[in-house]
Structures are given as structure tokens and as C-alpha cells.
């Protein structure tokens, strides 16, 4: 069972375009981190979200944190192939202990 | 700098035998160390949580005689996979924490048993 739903769970684009990732439970959590991983590889942390409705940004990338600290959205804007790979929420549900998402795969095409 | 190390990135064993894999931090004391397995195309799954000095913590339905967890140091926890067989293939993760909500990952080990 997983704590946290991402979706969607597949998602192939073109160059360009935009795409928004949603991560949600019904448990609140203190933090939550969202996470690029390549196959073979280790996720690498992207942003971490603290606050109710804390709107983060990473060049294209924005990242926000719902009022309650229950979901979160990864918005990208102009996705190029480079941005291709896993894309994984993680929440804090008890101190330093996280609980991943099932993950988005994203694939875009030059 | 906040970087965590594998060892081995890849191990092949035989079905029956034992497999260590070590988790270190390099550059910082990791208060909390936790070990994730990932199956192909899924999610990382949490498989326990490893303090210095105490027993690991180990998530419903992961087999603690199994998967032996030992954080011997501030900077150093070891799994091991007891007796593995074919369906203990998997990616196993390590993470470290400073203690501020931050992980930091290990580079995975990949483990084939045959």
C-alpha cells in the first residue's frame, strides 16, 4: 500500500510542451521532497516543500505544497529530453522518516 | 557536501548465500540511515530505519532474520540478505540524514541472485 498516489503514473510528451505531476494521501506530513532518479541511479533531491501552500521554483520546474501538507504538484514548463526519468514525491510522515510515491516515469521526445 | 557510498554497485550470488552491503556517509555523521529496495520501473519502498547503536526498525511485512541491518557507527549500516534467493533480486538503496529532513542517497546496489 502505498502512503502516497502519484499521478499520472506514465506520461510521454513532446518537446515543449508542459506537464504537471500530482502527488496526494490523505496523511499529513511535515515535509515533502520531490526527487529525479535515472535507472541504475539514485534519486537525486530537487526541491524540498515545508510550509501549507509553499510554491517553490527550479528554473522550469515549480513546485507547490498543498494548504493542509497532504499533496503536492511538480509543474514543468517547456520540457525538453533532458528532463526525461522518474520523477518521485516523498513525504515526511514521521521526523526523518520518508514515504515515496509510486512515481511518475516521464519521457519526452526532441 | 552531503555524500553517501554504495559498496558493491552490483553483486551476482548463488541462491542459498549471503550478500553484505555497505552504506556509508562520507563527509557527515548520519544520525538516521534508512535502506530502500526499488523493483524494476517501481517505486522505492521502505524497508527499515537504522539508528546508531540500536536495533533497526523494520517495516510491516519486511522480514527482520532476513534482512540483517547493523549501524555500527555514525557513519557506516550494513544489510545483509540472509540465505537470498531469485525473488531477493532488487535495486536496495541507502539514504543518510543529517537530522534536518534531508536525505541524501547512496548510489543503490543492485543485487542478482541466481
Known amino acids: 500500500t502505498q502512503l502516497l498516489e502519484q499521478s499520472p503514473q506514465f506520461l510521454s510528451i513532446q518537446e515543449g510542451e508542459n506537464l504537471t505531476v500530482y502527488c496526494n494521501s490523505s496523511s499529513v506530513f511535515s515535509s515533502l521532497q520531490w526527487y529525479r532518479q535515472e535507472p541504475g541511479e539514485g534519486p537525486v533531491l530537487l526541491v524540498t516543500v515545508v510550509t501549507g501552500g509553499e510554491v517553490k521554483k527550479l528554473k522550469r520546474l515549480t513546485f507547490q505544497f498543498g494548504d493542509a501538507r497532504k499533496d503536492s504538484s511538480l509543474h514543468i514548463t517547456a520540457a525538453q529530453p533532458g528532463d526525461t526519468g522518474l520523477y518521485l514525491c516523498?513525504?515526511?510522515?514521521?521526523?526523518?522518516?520518508?514515504?515515496f510515491g509510486s512515481g511518475t516515469k516521464l519521457n519526452v521526445k526532441p | 557536501g552531503a555524500v553517501v557510498s554504495q559498496h558493491p554497485s552490483r553483486v551476482i550470488c548463488k541462491s542459498g548465500t549471503s550478500v553484505k552491503i555497505e552504506c556509508r556517509s562520507l563527509?557527515?555523521?548520519?544520525?538516521?540511515m534508512f535502506w530502500y529496495r526499488q523493483f524494476p520501473k517501481q517505486s522505492l519502498m521502505l524497508m527499515a530505519t537504522?539508528?546508531?547503536?540500536?536495533?533497526?526498525?523494520?517495516e510491516q511485512g519486511v522480514e527482520k532474520d532476513k534482512f540483517l541491518i547493523n549501524h555500527a557507527s555514525l557513519t557506516l549500516s550494513t544489510l545483509t540478505v540472509t540465505s537470498a534467493h531469485p525473488e531477493d533480486s532488487s535495486f536496495y538503496i541507502c539514504s543518510a540524514t543529517k537530522g534536518k529532513g534531508e536525505l541524501f542517497f547512496g548510489e543503490g546496489s543492485r543485487l542478482t541472485v541466481l
Open positions: 537504522s539508528n546508531e547503536g540500536s536495533k533497526a526498525t523494520y
Open positions: 516523498a513525504g515526511e510522515y514521521n521526523f526523518n522518516k520518508f514515504y
Open positions: 563527509d557527515f555523521q548520519a544520525t538516521t
